[in-house]
């Protein structure tokens, strides 16, 4: 478990959370959400299942899932085709 300074505990009793508790949460990994947040723009949507690249987004209440390519570099470049297409629906 990891070890938490006492202004930690303190905090963390301020808030109703047990010392065993809070350093049992302190040695979690940090970043167990998934990766979307920290993608930059020209890989934001993209997504990778075995060997392929998918274009994944959300618009107007559809789900769109399509393949695109192999190679990221590619992907990246049908992304930037396929996006207006999409909106233009």
């Known amino acids: ?3 938490l ?5 303190r905090w963390a009793a301020s808030v109703g959370i047990a010392p065993d508790r809070a350093r049992w949460l302190a040695s979690c990994p940090k970043f167990t959400r998934w990766d979307y ?8 949507n993209l997504w990778k299942n075995g060997a392929f690249w998918f274009l994944r987004l959300q618009y107007q209440g ?9 190679d990221l570099t590619e992907a990246r ?11 233009a629906l």
């Open 1 to 3: 478990m990891a070890s």
């Open 5 to 9: 300074t006492p202004d930690e505990l």
């Open 37 to 44: 947040e920290k993608k930059s723009a020209a890989d934001r």
């Open 62 to 70: 559809r789900n769109i899932c399509e393949r695109l390519s192999t």
């Open 77 to 87: 470049r049908l992304k930037h085709v396929r996006l207006p297409q999409i909106k």
